[in-house]
């Protein structure tokens, strides 16, 4: 049996972090639901950027929107669109034989407002009724202003994948957000069975310390983290608040390990995904990591339920002078900052294409 097929049968959800046309034309992305056990996919500014500078594959929608007169984030909102359509249509069988827990793809809303809670709202809204399709989740950052609009996002009864978290306590402000919007879906008398899945950033927190935790310690914070992450969501999803909404039809919110590439070239490859495998989550991993986990993947012991030795470890880091909650919030800003940058990039990248098309064509 087969590294992913043994995740699979764990319990573990296994999805790409990526999505490029190349990838829908030649087949591949088929391919990896019918062979690697690939049950879903995300999307991020920084997979974008990616893929459309370095394709000619979009040249013909672009030039097509073009035309219409669409404004430069309009045209690259229905680029993405094209895209996650496309690939919720492959995914949509899974989403049906799983009942809704798995086959989602996931299109981030603007980073440009991370930090401005109504037009999050407002856009979460607009991509989800343009794409049709219900296996789609929006993205919305779990900044402190994203919270709120996840809350209203979920009353509305729109599948949200919570991202840019990178601690135990955003990820809790999630789920709070989250299950408030449930309870007003049912004191309203609506379904309750709105999907969501709280996404953990986990290796940019070794990154981050580097240069200062002790050699003991490299490159097992993301990991403390998310064990201390994993045990607070299965806490919260056996407590009494969680088990009213049960009765009235709610799924439970999954946490999803996301930033599962390994960073430190000194590093097993595998190391996130050995250390984070366990059930009721998902893992969303570069196509370079699925690579080496088809290749050379051995999945041990599942992640323990009670959190392990993670509050161990993060004394050690705190005794090595690393305060892990200013850092997961210095983290998260960062995190919205690159994804800013990249957004910025993608459209410069996009208006740069449309002039050459334009000129070609002329």
């Known amino acids: 049996m087969n590294a992913t097929q043994k995740l699979h049968d ?14 829908l034309e030649k087949g591949t992305l088929a391919k990896y639901i019918a062979e690697r056990n690939i049950t879903g996919l995300t999307s991020n500014p920084t997979i974008f950027d990616h893929a459309i500078g370095k394709s000619s594959l979009y040249d013909a929608s672009i030039r097509k929107l073009r035309a219409k007169g669409g404004k430069t984030e309009d045209v690259l909102a229905e680029l993405m669109l094209e895209d996650l359509t496309r690939a919720a249509d492959l995914f949509r069988p899974i989403h049906e034989r799983t009942a809704g827990v798995d086959g989602w793809v996931s299109l981030e809303v603007s980073p440009l407002l991370a930090f401005d809670t109504e037009r999050t709202l407002a856009a979460a809204k607009s991509l989800w009724q343009r794409a049709a399709r219900p296996n789609l989740y929006i993205k919305i950052p779990g ?13 509305a009864g729109i599948p949200i994948n919570v991202t840019l978290l990178f601690s135990k306590n955003q990820y809790l402000a999630a789920a709070d957000a989250f299950v ?7 004191a309203a008398g609506l379904p309750a069975n709105v999907q969501s899945v709280g996404s953990l950033f986990v290796s940019r927190w070794d990154v ?24 607070a969501a299965l806490e919260r999803i056996c407590s009494p608040r969680w088990r ?19 960073k430190d070239p000194n590093a097993p490859d ?12 998902v893992n969303t991993m570069p196509e370079g990591t699925l690579d080496a986990l088809v290749d050379h993947g051995k999945i041990g012991a599942a992640m323990a339920e009670d959190g392990a030795d ?11 002078g690393v305060d ?14 690159a994804f800013v940058k990249s957004w910025n990039e993608l459209l410069s990248v996009l208006e740069t294409k449309a002039a050459q098309i334009g000129a070609a064509a002329g």
């Open 143 to 155: 900044t402190k202003q994203g919270v709120p609009a996840i809350e209203e996002a979920i009353f």
């Open 208 to 231: 981050a310390v580097a240069k200062q935790a002790p050699a003991e310690l490299r490159n097992k914070l993301g990991i403390a983290v998310a064990q201390q992450t994993y045990a």
């Open 270 to 281: 595998l190391l996130y995904v050995d250390a984070l495998a366990a059930p009721f989550t």
């Open 244 to 262: 009213r909404i049960q009765n009235f039809g709610a799924r439970p919110q999954r946490p999803l390990w996301a930033s599962t590439g390994t």
């Open 10 to 23: 764990l319990g573990q959800s296994l999805w790409l972090d990526n999505i490029t046309r190349d990838l």
């Open 324 to 337: 892990v909650d200013s850092l997961g919030e210095q983290l998260q800003q960062e995190g919205a900052a």
């Open 310 to 320: 993670s509050a161990a470890l993060l004394a050690k880091f705190g005794a090595a």
């Open 180 to 186: 408030r919007g449930i309870e007003r879906r049912i």
